[in-house]
C-alpha cells in the first residue's frame, strides 16, 4: 500500500522538482543579463569619462587660448554680418544712383544725349570722339577710338523709358555700323527700357552690343562697364 502511494506522489515530487528547477535556471539567467547589462552600462561611462575628462583638462590647461578662440569667432561673425549689410546698403544706393539716372536722361533732347554719350566716352578715356548724328549719318552718332586702340561707333536712341527697341532700329545699324563706318565694336545706347526678343536676337547674330536704360545708368554712374568694356 505504502509503495503504491510513493509511486503515485513520485511523479509529482519529480515534477515540482523540475520545475522549481527551471524556476532557478531562469533566475540566474536573468541574474547573469542584468550583471552583462551592467558591465556594458560601466564600460561605456567609463569610455565617455576617459575624453570629457580630456576635454576637461585641456580646457582648465588652455582656458585663455578658448576665450581667444572664442572672441575672435565672434569679431568673425559680426564682421561678415557688417559686410553683408553694407553690401545690401551698396546695392540699393546702385540702384537709387541708376533709377535717377534713367529719368533724368529720358527726359534729354535727341541732340543732348548724343552730346551726353560723346562726353561719357572722353570720360572714359576715349580719343578722336565725334558727335556724326544727323541727316545722312547713316546709323551712326558717335565715333570715338577707346583707350586700347578700337573703333567705336553708337547709334543713340532718346526714348521714353516705357518704350521698346525692336528689330528694324537693329537691323538700321547692322547694315551699316560695320560695312560703311568700320567699327570694331558696334553699340545701340538707347533711354528705353528694353529690347524686343528679336533685336535681342539680331543684336547677337550681328555682335552688336545693347546698352538699354539701366546699362546705360550704371555706365554714367560708373557702378557699370562702358559700352566697349
Avoid at 45 to 50: D, N, Q
Amino acid at each position: 500500500m505504502l509503495i503504491s502511494v510513493l509511486d503515485c506522489l513520485s511523479p509529482s515530487i519529480f515534477g515540482l522538482a523540475r520545475a522549481e528547477s527551471r524556476v532557478e535556471g531562469s533566475r540566474v539567467a536573468r541574474r547573469r543579463k542584468q550583471s552583462d547589462t551592467a558591465s556594458l552600462v560601466f564600460v561605456a561611462a567609463v569610455l565617455i569619462a576617459i575624453p570629457a575628462a580630456a576635454v576637461g583638462k585641456f580646457a582648465g590647461d588652455h582656458i585663455g587660448l578658448l576665450i581667444g578662440l572664442a572672441v575672435v569667432a565672434c569679431a568673425a561673425l559680426a564682421g561678415a554680418a557688417f559686410l553683408v549689410r553694407r553690401s545690401r546698403i551698396r546695392t540699393r544706393e546702385i540702384d537709387r544712383v541708376r533709377l535717377i539716372e534713367a529719368y533724368r536722361l529720358a527726359q534729354m533732347t535727341p541732340a543732348d544725349f548724343e552730346r551726353l554719350l560723346a562726353s561719357l566716352c572722353e570720360r572714359d578715356g576715349c580719343r578722336d570722339v565725334r558727335v556724326v548724328g544727323g541727316a545722312g549719318d547713316l546709323g551712326a552718332d558717335v565715333t570715338a577710338k577707346t583707350p586700347d586702340g578700337r573703333r567705336i561707333v553708337l547709334q543713340a536712341k532718346r526714348y521714353q523709358i516705357a518704350n521698346t527697341v525692336g528689330s528694324p532700329d537693329l537691323q538700321k545699324f547692322g547694315g551699316t555700323c560695320f560695312s560703311i563706318h568700320k567699327a570694331d565694336v558696334a553699340a545701340l545706347v538707347t533711354t528705353a527700357g528694353r529690347f524686343t526678343p528679336q533685336a535681342r536676337g539680331y543684336a547677337k547674330q550681328m555682335n552688336i552690343r545693347l546698352f538699354d536704360n539701366n546699362a546705360l545708368s550704371a555706365w554714367v554712374s560708373k557702378t557699370g562697364p562702358s559700352p566697349w568694356g
